[in-house]
């Protein structure tokens, strides 16, 4: 089992700036892909970003040139930098785990993130 522990949502003013973090612990060992998945009110549940162990990322269309994500391996903490952040980004975030090792994806509690003025 992988546990995942994601403080650090709340409300923002449109253009404003959030920074995500993200925290497993238990069968860590094994862990390749994090990252964050949102779901706004009455949609899916969407990608945001995802980052593998060696570093490389993707990202959603939506939030290119605006939003980063890290990770740290030593840690196994995976953080985003939201910037320049609008109205339709208010959701739910989702810390996201894939375990190789199991072939299981784990999932956060969810964060809520607001943008409102």
């Known amino acids: 089992q992988v546990q995942l522990v994601e403080p650090g949502g709340g409300l923002v003013q449109p253009g404003g700036s959030l920074r995500l973090s993200c925290a497993a612990s238990?069968?860590?060992?094994?862990?390749?892909?994090m990252g964050w998945y949102r779901q706004a009110p009455g949609k899916q549940r969407e990608l945001v970003a995802t980052?593998?162990?060696?570093?490389?990322?993707n990202y959603a269309d939506s939030v290119k040139g605006r939003f980063t994500i890290f990770r740290d391996n030593a840690k196994v903490t995976v953080s985003l930098q939201m910037n320049s952040l609008k109205p339709e980004d208010t959701a739910v975030y989702y810390c996201?785990?894939?375990?190789?090792?199991?072939?299981?994806?784990?999932w956060g509690k969810g964060t809520l993130v607001t943008v409102s003025s």
């Open positions: 238990g069968r860590i060992f094994g862990i390749n892909t």
């Open positions: 980052i593998t162990s060696a570093a490389s990322t």
């Open positions: 996201y785990v894939y375990h190789s090792g199991s072939g299981m994806d784990y």
